[in-house]
């Protein structure tokens, strides 16, 4: 196997949850640092949105062939070996990132933001849907700046299938 192009510790991240995501996060997040690009730049060099790219980073999307020679070669590490990295990583673990309710100040928002709001936005959702569910899979997730006299502000848009409940 091949050595990354990527090497010195000064990129690698010990602190949670990156020193839990593996030997290809670390190699990803290290590679980033380092050219000091963003989640964006990568996405548009391989024509991915930046979430979903950021999703791969932390081992909660699978990338296609395509998309690992795309990040190798924008970030400058050896194809082969980010490849048998990710490969080495197995099965992804979608949504294991850490304890519940979460420490980190984002994400526990983000958490607490379902606990308040969960229940009404499933009313209106069944509301204008009919009894089912909106998609994860089918889901495209988008962050936006939005200015605002106030401070700027942060939207967050989910955009996913609604699948209805069977009736049988």
């Known amino acids: 196997m091949s050595t990354p192009a990527v090497s010195g510790q000064e990129y690698i991240r010990t602190e949670a949850p990156y020193r839990d995501l593996g030997a290809a996060a670390q190699l990803l997040f290290a590679a980033k640092a380092k ?4 989640f964006e730049d990568i996405g548009k060099e391989i024509g991915r949105d930046e ?5 791969v980073f932390y081992g909660q999307a699978i990338p ?3 998309d690992v020679e795309g990040i190798a070669k ?3 590490i050896n194809v082969e070996g980010l490849s048998t990295e990710l ?7 979608r949504g294991d990132l850490g304890p519940m309710p979460p420490k980190d100040p984002v994400i526990y928002r983000l958490y607490e933001g379902i606990m308040v709001y969960g229940y009404p936005i ?3 959702i069944h ?7 909106m998609s994860l899979i089918d889901c495209k997730v988008h962050v936006d700046r939005k200015p605002d006299p106030k401070g700027d502000r942060v939207l967050l848009t ?3 299938k609604f699948l209805p409940y069977a009736t049988w």
């Open 122 to 124: 499933k009313s209106v």
């Open 35 to 38: 050219k000091g690009c963003t």
């Open 51 to 55: 979430v979903w790219v950021a999703s």
């Open 74 to 76: 924008y970030l400058d």
């Open 87 to 93: 490969k080495r990583s197995g099965f992804i673990h």
């Open 127 to 133: 509301e204008k849907f009919g009894d089912g569910i």
């Open 158 to 160: 989910f955009d996913g």
């Open 64 to 66: 296609t062939a395509n």
